[in-house]
Structures are given as C-alpha cells and as structure tokens.
C-alpha cells in the first residue's frame, strides 16, 4: 500500500497541470510551500490529500527547473527520493533529471547528490548495473574536477577500486608490450596497464614511470593557485581509487611508482606544486626510482 501510493504520487507530479506561476522564482516558492503542505498531511496519514498537494508540488518544482532554477531542480530530486527508494523506475529517472539538470547548470553540490544517487554502493545503493556504475563516476568526477569537492573525490576514488565496478573489471591488463603506450581517451585504463606491467615486469617500471610522468607534467602546467591545482589533483584522486584496488606488496609498489612519477612530473613545472599534494602518497619505506635502498645491517 505505501509503496503503491508513493508511486502513485510521483506519476501524479508528471501528468498534473495545476496553474501554475509564470517565472521560476514563483515556481520555486509554490513548489516548496506546496511540498511543506504535502509534508504535513503525509505525517498525518492523509495519504488522499497528500497526493493531490504533493503533485502539484512536483509539478511546479519541474516546472522552476525547467526554467533552470537550480534549488528548484534539488529539491525536485529530494522529492523523489521515497518512491525511488522504493523501487520506482519513474521516480528514479525522474531524481536523476532533477540532480543532473542543477549539476549541468553548475552547481557542484547536485552533481554529488547525482553521484550518491547513481552508485551501487553506500547504506542505500542504487541497482548494481553498468549504466548506474558509469554515471555515478561521471558525476562524483565533476564534483571533484569541476568543483573540488573533497566528497566527490573520495567517493570517485572509492567507485573506481570497487571491485563489483563492472568499468574496474574489464580494464584486464594487457601483455607488457602492449601496456606501455599511452591512450589519452582512457586516462584510468591506461594507468591500470601501466601499475600492472611494472607489477608483473620491474624491468618496465622506469618506462611506466616515464610515460606517467609526461601525463602529470601535463596536469602541472595546467595546475595553478587560482584553480586549486584542480587538474593535478583530480589526477591523484583519481590514480589512487586504482592503487587502492591493489593490496599488500603490489599496494605499495603502485603507490611508489606514482609518487615517482609525480616528483619527476612536477619538476620544471611553471608553478611549483606544494608537496602535500602527493607527499602522503609515498608508502613508508619507500627510497625513490633512483637512490640505493639502505643495506640490512649485518648481525
């Protein structure tokens, strides 16, 4: 019953046409006062009249954001969250509209909610399928890239290592021959080629480090005070939900090998990188591509 009337409310937002208001503040008023009302009588368990308030709230909430007003668009998505939560397919797609119209109109902190709502993992994930995978990365990088949520790069990070993460799965590593080449358009593919050849071949490693290090070198030039070193460390938050996906001694070999390369990277940079970016990278004990490794002393 609780399910069947929650979806009910949330076709309703789609198909009712109360008068509405004509400019997307007004939109945005009457939405959340209707929504407040709505509230109220759900406490209630006036189930009726909730659903009539309740759809002509939506109703005016997808009308502001259709004439992007942002809050309008976040709250919209926020009203759906029950009957998505519930399993409605409407609903879902419908707070995914709402989320992602506010994230496309610049706001970072929707484009996280879009990430929240789309990932399978969490205390309320969503369906575990390739397209909730994709698009929860690609929302959870924008809160990071674009707007340097500290959030957003860690869930990122933690989406990316997962290992029920379909896009982690087939990045299947390739013979060492093959790896060691660069493809711009698969920056995380490429970087998993390159931690596993030099896993499987420390013969390789200098050769991953190097092309490695003309990637952030890249990122470095591009990275300033004023943009928050944006693209080097999207960079770093990004590498490290791959190192993460390694344990034990393969952990801090790839931890080491990208720390060498961000140092050899960064050198010559026009703005000089501050250290805290990828210091606390470096796995303890680790001496560097090119300086001897302290001998055991004998007992």
């Known amino acids: 019953m609780y399910r069947a009337t929650l979806a009910a409310m949330s076709a309703f937002a789609l198909t009712a046409a109360p008068a509405l208001a004509e400019d997307a503040d007004a939109l945005f008023a009457q939405g959340q006062r209707l929504l407040e009302e709505a509230n109220a009588l759900f406490a209630q368990s006036e189930l009726s009249q909730s659903n009539w308030t309740g759809g002509e709230a939506r109703t005016a909430l997808r009308a502001a954001c259709e004439l992007d007003h942002i809050e309008a668009c976040k709250v919209y998505g926020q009203s759906m969250r029950g009957a998505a939560f519930l399993g409605d397919q409407r609903s879902m797609n419908e707070q995914y509209w709402g989320y992602g119209h506010a994230c496309d109109l610049g706001d970072g902190q929707a484009c996280l909610e879009l990430g929240d709502a789309r990932a399978p993992i969490g205390m309320f994930p969503a369906r575990s399928t390739p397209e909730n995978w994709t698009a ?8 990071c890239d674009e707007h340097q949520i500290a959030e957003g790069c860690e869930r990122l990070a933690e989406v990316l290592s997962h290992e029920s993460n379909p896009n982690h ?15 711009e358009a698969d920056r995380p593919g490429t970087m998993r080629r390159l931690f596993d050849a030099s896993l499987r071949s420390p013969e390789l490693e200098p050769q991953a480090r190097g092309l490695i290090a003309e990637e952030v070198a890249r990122l470095a030039a591009a990275s300033t005070v004023e943009n928050g070193y944006g693209p080097l460390r999207g960079f770093i938050t990004e590498s490290m939900g791959l190192v993460n996906s390694y344990e034990g001694d393969e ?9 060498d390369s961000i140092v050899q990277g960064t050198e010559g940079a026009p703005v000089a990188m501050p250290r805290f970016l990828y210091n606390w990278i470096r796995p303890g004990g680790h001496t560097g591509p090119d300086r001897p490794r302290p001998q055991q002393q004998q007992r």
């Open 136 to 143: 929860a990365e690609a929302a959870y990088r924008r809160a």
């Open 169 to 183: 799965a087939a990045q299947a590593a390739p013979s060492p021959a093959s790896a060691l080449t660069w493809d």
């Open 251 to 259: 952990n801090d070999a790839a931890r080491g090998l990208l720390h």
